[in-house]
């Protein structure tokens, strides 16, 4: 019986690349926004492709490329950012101070609940009553009993079936917390936080690891797959033969990232028919997926409405691995006056297709419509929640039902004739 033990370098653990272990031997990367990676599964996989498809009220799709690109800086990843001008680095959001004066920037003020206490928000108003009537009545007078055999339990014991004492939750002899904090889907957030309101600093920007590129004319496309391919050349490959032995000691930089805005538009001046333009889209796309699943490399493309009839769109969906859908937040609609806190909504996010590397079966979203919102700092994608009470004013509205006093001065609402009481 022999047993093989590795020595030296070959066999210590790599350094921090950015990237983490997903399902079906995936190597997952962030996508800078922890509420995207909670959507996608996760995170982004190493070779596949995501298409934002935008409309042309809806500008979160640079947005959400701006986050890619930044956690790629940040991370120590290559980063490859094209467009039809050349983009500004400048432009990339700063990291935030920290992840708990992030979290307190995100609260509203006058809204700052316990976080012992985590309850739907509908229920808020029924627990204050409840408290108020409380404190008004005062704490009854309580004696304590004592059973015959069992010894005083003195008051500053600690309480073991309390969480503060609890092994499952991570908590040491010496009383300080060693769980990771995790979201309420119970998967850790581990992207950076950024500040849309400061640009990223030049310490950061001051590595050659960020390409800025600017395509414009009629043969963009094709300067566009030239310039993926020549930065996919310096990126390590995903796939090496079997008497090849890993390199360990490479970091971070041999993982790259594509972020492509506005792929097609007009600002491309591409100086041909909509129908050839379509066509050249798909092809480039399809030269562009191809390049990054040779290489460990992810992508982000953002399309804007107007570029590809319904039909290429389809066709476009079945060639990418993860398709999102923006749209603009209209007022005036019906998810306004149902949703909470309509103010702070800014758009809504479809989610129309999840990566499914190395799957037989794609995997179905929880959830097919999420809104985005505007913070202090940052963008946020939360799950759409309906508000009862507006549900229900909604539905009263809707079936012409009137208030009490409109039924007592008046006949029924919904009187056929003149004469019916």
Do not use: H, N, T, W
């Given at each position: 019986m022999s047993s093989f033990v590795r020595k030296g370098a070959f066999g210590a653990s790599p350094a921090d690349l950015g990237t983490r272990a997903g399902l079906h031997s995936q190597t997952l990367i962030s996508t800078g926004l922890a509420d995207l990676d909670r959507i996608l599964g996760g995170g982004l996989p190493l070779g596949a492709i995501l298409v934002l498809f935008e409309d042309a009220y809806s500008p979160h799709g640079s947005t959400l490329l701006r986050y890619f690109a930044a956690e790629g800086v940040v991370c120590g990843h290559r980063v490859h950012w094209a467009g039809a001008a050349v983009p500004e680095p400048k432009s990339l959001p700063s990291l935030a101070k920290s992840r708990s004066h992030s979290q307190q920037d995100d609260q509203e003020p006058g809204k700052q609940e316990d976080p012992k206490l985590r309850i739907a928000w509908q229920y808020r108003r029924y627990i204050k009553r409840q408290h108020d009537a409380s404190d008004q009545q005062g704490p009854p007078p309580t004696t304590p009993l004592r059973r015959r055999g069992v010894p005083d339990v003195p008051s500053n014991a600690a309480d073991v079936t309390s969480p503060s004492t609890s092994t499952s939750m991570g908590v040491s002899a010496g009383g300080q917390t060693t769980m990771k904090p995790k979201s309420s889907s119970g998967m850790r957030d581990w992207s950076h936080q950024f500040d849309l309101t400061r640009p990223m600093d030049e310490s950061h920007l001051q590595t050659n690891l960020l390409t800025c590129q600017g395509y414009r004319g009629s043969d963009a496309l094709g300067r566009l797959v030239a310039g993926v391919q020549a930065f996919t050349g310096t990126l390590e490959k995903p796939a090496q033969p079997l008497n090849t032995k890993p390199n360990m000691s490479r970091g971070p930089e041999s993982i790259g990232r594509v972020a492509i805005e506005g792929l097609g538009c007009t600002s491309w001046q591409l100086g041909m028919d909509s129908q050839h333009a379509m066509d050249d889209v798909l092809r480039t796309v399809l030269q562009?997926?191809?390049?990054?699943?040779?290489?460990?490399?992810?992508?982000?493309?953002?399309?804007?409405?107007?570029?590809?009839?319904?039909?290429?769109?389809?066709?476009?969906?079945?060639?990418?691995?993860?398709?999102?859908?923006?749209?603009?937040?209209?007022?005036?609609?019906?998810?306004?006056?149902l949703v909470s806190d309509a103010s702070s909504c800014c758009g809504l996010l479809r989610v129309r297709r999840l990566p499914a590397l190395n799957t037989l079966s794609r995997p179905l979203p929880s959830s097919e419509l999420y809104l985005l919102r505007h913070r202090r700092r940052r963008l946020a994608i939360e799950q759409l929640q309906v508000d009862p009470d507006a549900e229900a004013a909604e539905a009263e509205h809707a079936s012409g039902k009137s208030s009490a006093a409109g039924l007592l001065c008046s006949g029924p609402p919904a009187a056929a004739k003149i004469l019916d009481f």
């Open positions: 562009i997926k191809a390049l990054v699943r040779a290489a460990k490399c992810a992508a982000c493309i953002s399309i804007p409405a107007g570029v590809l009839q319904d039909s290429a769109l389809v066709r476009l969906q079945y060639m990418c691995d993860a398709v999102i859908v923006l749209e603009a937040f209209r007022e005036d609609s019906g998810i306004a006056r």
